[in-house]
């Protein structure tokens, strides 16, 4: 980076949002991280990135980012007006957030409510169930939109959290032993215990819905999931989950979560 580089960067940044830190660090990302053949062909790539950023100031992509205000004052759920929010989702995953296989509906109960609101938020904006290929995230799509604003889906999980948290049924079988072998990885974020660590984006998976984790990590290892560009977190379990290769790899590892 030559010396007078970083004012340009920062003035650019400055003008593209009011936000922290998040959006311009997802936008140098996304930038850096692009096709040579999708930048401009200038001879200093600094001067580029800088009219990048001026550019997205008009892309409906960055229209979902939490401003400052937001951060300082957000919103917060009233469970009781939750409740009648809710009755769409419990038609799918069940009136106390136990899930239902049969509907495709993953356990909702117990889980972390940053996660539950970061994924209403991605099928919200196509982050989720825009793949062709994706059939059960299209049928979620219609059922985030029905939660208008930030207020309803602070509603809804507000609502869900006062849902009892009893262990999902287990489905599915594995080699336990070799599960806990193929874990050591994904504890690194997910944690040893499988609860969950907030500050690296990982949700919590022990006492969840096993057949729902296997769907999962079948599209991330696909790509129906985690491919759109800007879908940062699930590129990131994209990259993980393409390390269990094989069917019985991502049955043991999920056999073993069972046991936690």
Not at 136 to 145: D, F, T, V
Not at 174 to 194: F, I, K, P, Q, S
Request: charged share 15%; proline share 6%.
């Amino acid at each position: 980076m030559y010396q007078g580089s970083w004012p340009a960067i920062f003035g650019a940044l400055s003008a593209w949002s009011p936000s922290p830190c998040w959006p311009w660090q997802a936008a140098h990302t996304a930038y850096w991280a692009a096709p040579t053949a999708a930048l401009p062909a200038t001879g200093f790539r600094v001067s580029s990135y800088v009219g990048w950023l001026a550019a997205q100031a008009s892309k409906d992509a960055w229209s979902s980012t939490t401003t400052y205000e937001e951060t300082m004052n957000p919103v917060v759920g009233n469970a009781t007006v939750g409740a009648a929010q809710y009755a769409v989702c419990a038609a799918c995953h069940g009136q106390q957030g136990e899930g239902l296989q049969a509907l495709n509906a993953p356990k909702i109960a117990g889980q972390e409510p940053w996660y539950i609101r970061r994924q209403i938020n991605a099928y919200k904006i196509g982050h989720r169930g825009a793949h062709q290929d994706d059939i059960y995230g299209q049928q979620m799509m219609p059922m985030a939109m029905t939660l208008a604003d930030d207020a309803a889906i602070e509603n809804v999980i507000a609502h869900i959290q006062t849902f009892p948290d009893n262990p999902a049924p287990t489905t599915i079988e594995g080699n336990v032993a070799n599960g806990e072998r193929l874990y050591t990885v994904c504890a690194y974020c997910h944690g040893g215990d499988a609860q969950g660590i907030q500050a690296i984006n990982a949700p919590r998976m022990a006492g969840m819905t096993d057949w729902y984790l296997a769907r999962q990590l079948e599209n991330f290892r696909s790509g129906v999931r985690g491919g759109h560009p800007q879908d940062f977190y699930g590129k990131q379990m994209g990259f993980m989950g393409r390390n269990l290769q094989t069917d019985d790899q991502i049955n043991d590892v999920i056999a073993y979560i069972n046991t936690l």
